[in-house]
């Protein structure tokens, strides 16, 4: 997030640096409250110290804001960050921050300072001209650094929206998976009775019966084991000489009806057939170059042997952010004995009449009491964790884009009310010979335009190039997609409409005989 801060701060520093580009009939303005009490150079020193003072004086409260962040960051999201929950606020931190923020004021307050240095402060009291070249170089230079604030700003809400639309992908679930109904807990089973099958199985048995028929119980089901292997299809073609690479997932029967998947294609496997019988998932399928003749060929690979009977479809059951790999569901029977064997318990519950967690967690346990039942949680609450690094990546690029957006929109309402005031002669004439307000009000939205349009390209052009760094943390969205990046566009620009729209409204109210009077 070091870009998303860096320019952050450079719109800052623009923002900064814009109002002290004043023509020479600008520092009237200030001159006045300032020329009769200090000389030139006093004057410019009081410009490179303004910004000190502003950022210095509430130290108290950065420092009160530093630590709320901190605690809703911790309460938040206390798995983004490794070791979060140790995090205190760091007084040399604190402390660099502030002296940083200050010397990045003096420096920027520096160059207006330069613009006044060796003005003659009477002459300029007397000098009203608003229309000098110099002066027009200097709007020219103020609209040049609000195109350069909202180009920044439209690279962070491109990143921000890639992110956004990456968590919506990421958060889609196939038609009846149900993660929020779904408890999940977790059973390993160590010790010398358990170092046979026959009692593991036993265990998983009675385990799977007493929650069947526990109130608001839908379905159950467990996941024992998972092996990475190559398995092949008799008879048909896949992807390489050797076969598909799949992951073997060793389940009860139950399991994929608890989890709540559908089925593609093919049936379930029949009660009395679940050794012989196997399932296949979407990606399986799909990895094979004769996907319509894949139901009823024999499959085998590692402790796997069986007959396929139907498809179902891909789901996230570990990994939100995982992309879907090619699977086997085969009867946990079948898999090796392993000591301590863990398994991993998928109660699908009624959402009207949900039993409480810790009961569910107390029937598993009283199974036998010296092993105990632990991570219990719902599956959405765990799915949810595996991507907490990413929401929390989303929510500070967010709150940048947010920031960025924020100061491009004052500093372009600030420039256009600026040259609004600048102009207030030129709008007098203007309405004195016949110009309407609808015309006042198209000409000062022009000008905002224009500005805002030359940010905007600029900013697409960077973003392009800048997004693609970014592609590791999209998940099933291009680093280009122009959906995004339309509507960023969209709202950027129409946000800096509304902004100039204040300013041209006022010019549009303009009298032209004060005006004319006022000059």
Same mark, same amino acid.
């Given at each position: 997030?070091?870009?998303?801060?860096?320019?952050?701060?450079?719109?800052?520093?623009?923002?900064?640096?814009?109002?002290?580009?004043?023509?020479?009939?600008?520092?009237?303005?200030?001159?006045?409250?300032?020329?009769?009490?200090?000389?030139?150079?006093?004057?410019?020193?009081?410009?490179?110290?303004?910004?000190?003072?502003?950022?210095?004086?509430?130290?108290?409260?950065?420092?009160?804001?530093?630590?709320?962040?901190?605690?809703?960051?911790?309460?938040?999201?206390?798995?983004?960050?490794?070791?979060?929950?140790?995090?205190?606020?760091?007084?040399?931190?604190?402390?660099?921050?502030?002296?940083?923020?200050?010397?990045?004021?003096?420096?920027?307050?520096?160059?207006?300072?330069?613009?006044?240095?060796?003005?003659?402060?009477?002459?300029?009291?007397?000098?009203?001209?608003?229309?000098?070249?110099?002066?027009?170089?200097?709007?020219?230079?103020?609209?040049?650094?609000?195109?350069?604030?909202?180009?920044?700003?439209?690279?962070?809400?491109?990143?921000?929206?890639?992110?956004?639309?990456?968590?919506?992908?990421?958060?889609?679930?196939?038609?009846?998976?149900?993660?929020?109904?779904?408890?999940?807990?977790?059973?390993?089973?160590?010790?010398?009775?358990?170092?046979?099958?026959?009692?593991?199985?036993?265990?998983?048995?009675?385990?799977?019966?007493?929650?069947?028929?526990?109130?608001?119980?839908?379905?159950?089901?467990?996941?024992?084991?998972?092996?990475?292997?190559?398995?092949?299809?008799?008879?048909?073609?896949?992807?390489?000489?050797?076969?598909?690479?799949?992951?073997?997932?060793?389940?009860?029967?139950?399991?994929?009806?608890?989890?709540?998947?559908?089925?593609?294609?093919?049936?379930?496997?029949?009660?009395?057939?679940?050794?012989?019988?196997?399932?296949?998932?979407?990606?399986?399928?799909?990895?094979?170059?004769?996907?319509?003749?894949?139901?009823?060929?024999?499959?085998?690979?590692?402790?796997?042997?069986?007959?396929?009977?139907?498809?179902?479809?891909?789901?996230?059951?570990?990994?939100?952010?995982?992309?879907?790999?090619?699977?086997?569901?085969?009867?946990?029977?079948?898999?090796?004995?392993?000591?301590?064997?863990?398994?991993?318990?998928?109660?699908?519950?009624? %959402? #009207?009449?949900?039993?409480? +967690?810790?009961? &569910?967690? /107390?029937?598993?346990? !009283?199974?036998?009491?010296?092993?105990?039942? $632990?991570?219990?949680?719902?599956?959405?609450?765990?799915?949810?964790?595996?991507?907490?690094?990413?929401?929390?990546?989303?929510?500070?690029?967010?709150?940048?884009?947010?920031?960025?957006?924020?100061?491009?929109?004052?500093?372009?309402?600030?420039?256009?009310?600026?040259?609004?005031?600048?102009?207030?002669?030129?709008?007098?004439?203007?309405?004195?010979?016949?110009?309407?307000?609808?015309?006042?009000?198209?000409?000062?939205?022009?000008?905002?335009?224009?500005?805002?349009?030359?940010?905007? %390209? #600029?900013?697409?052009?960077? +973003?392009?190039? &800048?997004? /693609?760094?970014?592609? !590791?943390?999209?998940?099933?969205?291009?680093? $280009?997609?122009?959906?995004?990046?339309?509507?960023?566009?969209?709202?950027?620009?129409?946000?800096?409409?509304?902004?100039?729209?204040?300013?041209?409204?006022?010019?549009?109210?303009?009298?032209?005989?004060?005006?004319?009077?006022?000059?």
């Amino acid at each position: 997030m070091c870009f998303e801060a860096a320019a952050v701060a450079l719109i800052g520093c623009a923002e900064r640096t814009t109002p002290g580009m004043r023509a020479p009939g600008e520092v009237a303005s200030p001159v006045r409250s300032t020329a009769l009490r200090c000389a030139s150079s006093k004057l410019n020193l009081l410009i490179m110290a303004v910004p000190t003072v502003e950022l210095s004086v509430p130290l108290k409260l950065l420092s009160l804001m530093a630590k709320a962040a901190l605690t809703l960051m911790i309460r938040t999201w206390p798995q983004a960050v490794p070791r979060l929950t140790e995090a205190r606020l760091d007084a040399p931190v604190l402390l660099f921050s502030v002296v940083l923020s200050c010397l990045t004021g003096l420096i920027f307050g520096f160059v207006p300072a330069v613009l006044l240095w060796g003005k003659n402060l009477d002459a300029a009291l007397k000098d009203n001209s608003q229309t000098s070249s110099s002066g027009k170089h200097r709007t020219q230079l103020r609209k040049v650094l609000i195109s350069v604030e909202i180009a920044l700003a439209i690279v962070l809400l491109a990143g921000a929206g890639l992110m956004l639309r990456s968590f919506s992908r990421m958060s889609a679930n196939a038609p009846g998976f149900k993660p929020e109904s779904i408890l999940t807990m977790r059973v390993s089973l160590a010790g010398k009775q358990y170092a046979t099958w026959i009692p593991q199985q036993s265990y998983i048995q009675t385990a799977l019966d007493r929650l069947e028929v526990f109130p608001g119980v839908e379905a159950s089901g467990i996941d024992s084991e998972t092996l990475n292997t190559t398995v092949k299809v008799q008879g048909l073609v896949s992807g390489t000489s050797e076969g598909t690479f799949s992951a073997v997932r060793a389940v009860s029967l139950g399991y994929l009806r608890a989890m709540g998947v559908p089925l593609v294609a093919g049936k379930w496997p029949s009660d009395n057939r679940t050794l012989d019988e196997v399932l296949v998932n979407e990606s399986f399928a799909r990895s094979l170059s004769q996907k319509g003749e894949l139901l009823g060929r024999q499959v085998s690979g590692g402790f796997l042997n069986g007959r396929i009977v139907g498809v179902v479809a891909d789901f996230k059951y570990s990994q939100m952010d995982a992309e879907p790999i090619p699977e086997v569901y085969t009867s946990y029977q079948l898999a090796p004995l392993m000591s301590p064997m863990t398994v991993h318990f998928f109660v699908r519950v009624d %959402g #009207t009449s949900a039993p409480d +967690a810790n009961a &569910l967690r /107390r029937v598993v346990a !009283s199974i036998d009491p010296t092993q105990p039942v $632990y991570a219990v949680q719902t599956l959405q609450q765990s799915l949810s964790d595996s991507i907490a690094p990413r929401r929390f990546n989303l929510f500070l690029l967010g709150t940048f884009a947010a920031v960025a957006l924020l100061m491009a929109l004052v500093g372009i309402y600030g420039v256009i009310a600026y040259s609004v005031a600048e102009r207030t002669q030129e709008i007098g004439i203007r309405m004195a010979v016949g110009a309407d307000r609808g015309h006042i009000i198209g000409m000062v939205l022009l000008e905002g335009a224009k500005t805002t349009l030359f940010g905007v %390209g #600029t900013g697409l052009v960077a +973003a392009f190039g &800048l997004t /693609r760094l970014m592609s !590791s943390l999209l998940y099933d969205v291009k680093a $280009y997609d122009p959906t995004t990046f339309l509507s960023v566009t969209l709202l950027l620009i129409g946000a800096a409409m509304l902004a100039c729209a204040g300013p041209a409204l006022r010019a549009s109210l303009v009298n032209p005989v004060l005006a004319l009077r006022s000059e």
